[in-house]
């Protein structure tokens, strides 16, 4: 499985960004995919994942309202959509994938991608 994060940047607060995550290397029916973050000096978080069947999501309360996850089945791509953006949100987002469901820990994902870089300027 191979998994490529893009879409990181530097935005104002208030602003938007759309972080991409495209998928490859076997098919991705049943798996959950999830978007973690991790700040600068700290651990990393979850933020939201969605069944690849796109039944089910789950956010963290600190981005409910603000973010939202989608998938492509057709191109093989999560998305994760941040409106609304603090100086809080600034980290390093990770794209990550697991046959389970809806899996909000880290432990609980076997496939992960290569980070982007969110900057999010006050």
């Known amino acids: 499985v191979q998994l490529q994060a893009s879409g990181g940047g530097l935005v104002q607060a208030g602003g938007s960004l759309r972080l991409s995550c495209a998928a490859s290397?076997?098919?991705?029916?049943?798996?959950?995919m999830g978007w973690f973050r991790q700040a600068p000096g700290k651990e990393r978080m979850f933020v939201a994942a969605?069944?690849?069947?796109?039944?089910?999501?789950s956010y963290a309360d600190s981005v409910k309202g603000r973010f939202t996850i989608s998938r492509d089945k057709a191109k093989n791509t999560v998305y994760l959509q941040m409106n609304n953006l603090e100086a809080e949100d600034t980290a390093v987002y990770y794209c990550?994938?697991?046959?389970?469901?809806?899996?909000?820990?880290?432990?609980?994902?076997?496939?992960w991608g290569q980070g982007t870089l969110v900057t999010v300027s006050s």
């Open positions: 990550a994938a697991d046959h389970s469901f809806l899996t909000t820990t880290i432990e609980g994902y076997d496939y």
């Open positions: 969605i069944t690849w069947s796109g039944g089910s999501a």
């Open positions: 290397g076997r098919p991705f029916s049943g798996y959950t």
